[in-house]
Antibody
Framework: VQLVQSGAEMKKPGESLKISCKGS????????IGWVRQMPGKGLEWMGI????????RYNPSFQGQVTISADKSISTAYLQWSSLKASDTAMYYC????????????WGQGTMVTVSS | EIVMTQSPATLSVSPGERATLSCRAS??????LAWYQQKPGQAPRLLIY???TRATGIPARFSGSGSGTEFTLTISSLQSEDFAVYYC??????????FGQGTKLEIK
């Protein structure tokens, strides 16, 4: 069971971006996958989550409207996207899946570092 | 939103000694509480879920306790590889499933 994320990105303010998280070794459609932000030197922030089976999505109100979460169960991949990046979006982004019978994140991706700078 | 507060922010302990980390919720989360370990440059790793159940492959020196609003992670005899940052997370009420701000466990 693993989640493999796309590689590091360097972008300019105002640019768009979509990062990915591919699951393998388990029934991708049957487990919620969430996104977690970690700004440099800071703690973990729960951004939102998607159930790939029916694309049910829940956002942290703090991130609602700032990012879009989606998934394509046919290729076992979840996405996190921005339409207009800001310097304050500079952070490491992790995807992670829920466990069986509990909603803690039992499997994490390796993280995608997003750097936004002019 | 449920606020999770961890204490202390930094804990200095010698190898071989016991470490006790605390996590408090702003309202009851029953036993829907997880603990994670994060080492520099690595993704977090699940240690404990449902407040007291060790995740797969986690050594027995890690134990969790508590329910409602007060929780504890205990590491019975610290090994060198245990020095890291530890986070609690509630998954009782969403969105969001909130994390604590972390406790850094450092070598004394």
């Amino acid at each position: 069971v693993q989640l493999v994320q796309s590689g590091a990105e360097m972008k300019k303010p105002g640019e768009s971006l979509k990062i990915s998280c591919k699951g393998s070794g388990y029934s991708f459609a049957s487990y919620w996958i969430g996104w977690v932000r970690q700004m440099p030197g800071k703690g973990l922030e729960w951004m939102g989550i998607i159930y790939p089976g029916d694309s049910d999505i829940r956002y942290n109100p703090s991130f609602q409207g700032q990012v879009t979460i989606s998934a394509d169960k046919s290729i076992s991949t979840a996405y996190l996207q921005w339409s207009s990046l800001k310097a304050s979006d500079t952070a490491m982004y992790y995807c992670a899946k829920h466990g069986t019978g509990y909603d803690a994140f039992n499997i994490w991706g390796q993280g995608t570092m997003v750097t936004v700078s002019s | 939103e449920i606020v999770m507060t961890q204490s202390p922010a930094t804990l200095s302990v010698s190898p071989g000694e016991r470490a006790t980390l605390s996590c408090r919720a702003s309202q009851s989360v029953t036993d829907n509480l997880a603990w994670y370990q994060q080492k520099p440059g690595q993704a977090p790793r699940l240690l404990i879920y449902d407040a007291s159940t060790r995740a797969t492959g986690i050594p027995a020196r890690f134990s969790g306790s508590g329910s409602g609003t007060e929780f504890t992670l205990t590491i019975s005899s610290l090994q060198s590889e245990d020095f890291a940052v530890y986070y609690c997370q509630q998954y009782d009420n969403w969105p969001p499933y909130t994390f604590g701000q972390g406790t850094k466990l450092e070598i004394k």
